[in-house]
């Protein structure tokens, strides 16, 4: 589940968006005060900003700049402000979408699996860049130190998605639920034995190392 900061000091639209999002396993967390928002930004990690422009204390110019300098987050603005100078200078500050209010939720919803996508894909590149191994999602190859890995769909699936959380701990429910080619009624025993073929296949199982009572990370 993805975790987005709802900064918005109109408690109304922010309980209508919050309803809406969580409809799509988003766990929104919402803070009407700039200043705990650029607070909890520092103690706890969000996959996500959606920052309002008007708010109490602190503009939400300055929030953006306050955010950006410290992470590298995607921050959608949501505003009623329509003045183009403002939509220019949140852009320049860092901001990755702007989108002026009233708004419908389904295109706030549509906006941010694309921003998402795109931070994904930057992610996955730098990654790979350095990386042993090679992920082409078009052709479905992965390659380990140049060799060509043999891999079913599935098997595919689970490699390219630990490849892009490289270090991290993935759990048995992130691969059920971010891996097209695993039936979402999989158990974990499915995955921990499609997991040990991609072991064996990679010749090195000391690549994917196993986090008792909860998956797999991926070695760097």
């Not at 941010?112 to 996955?124: D, G, T």
């Amino acid at each position: 589940m993805q975790k987005i900061l709802m900064i918005e000091d109109d408690l109304e639209l922010a309980e209508i968006l919050t309803e809406y999002l969580e409809q799509f396993e988003f766990e929104v967390v919402t803070e009407d005060d700039p200043f705990k928002a650029v607070s909890i930004l520092k103690l706890e990690p969000f996959d996500l900003v959606i920052l309002d422009l008007t708010l109490p204390g602190m503009d939400g110019l300055e929030v953006c700049e306050a955010i950006r300098e410290r992470q590298d987050i995607p921050i959608i603005i949501s505003s009623a402000r329509s003045d183009v100078t403002d939509k220019i200078k949140a852009l320049e500050l860092g901001a990755d979408d702007y989108l002026p209010k009233p708004y419908d939720p389904r295109e706030l919803e549509a906006r941010i699996h694309s921003v998402l996508r795109r931070y994904e894909a930057k992610s996955e590149e730098k990654a790979e860049s350095k990386s042993d191994f090679k992920c082409d999602k078009e052709t479905m190859t992965i390659t380990y130190k140049g060799r060509k890995i043999e891999l079913t769909n599935a098997e595919f699936g689970i490699l390219s998605y630990m490849i892009s959380k490289q270090g991290l701990v993935v759990s048995r429910e992130d691969l059920i639920h971010n891996v097209n080619a695993i039936n979402e009624d999989s158990s974990n025993k499915s995955i921990d034995v499609m997991v040990g073929r991609i072991r064996n296949k990679l010749g090195d199982k000391s690549l994917i190392e196993s986090v008792r009572g909860v998956g797999y990370k991926l070695l760097k």
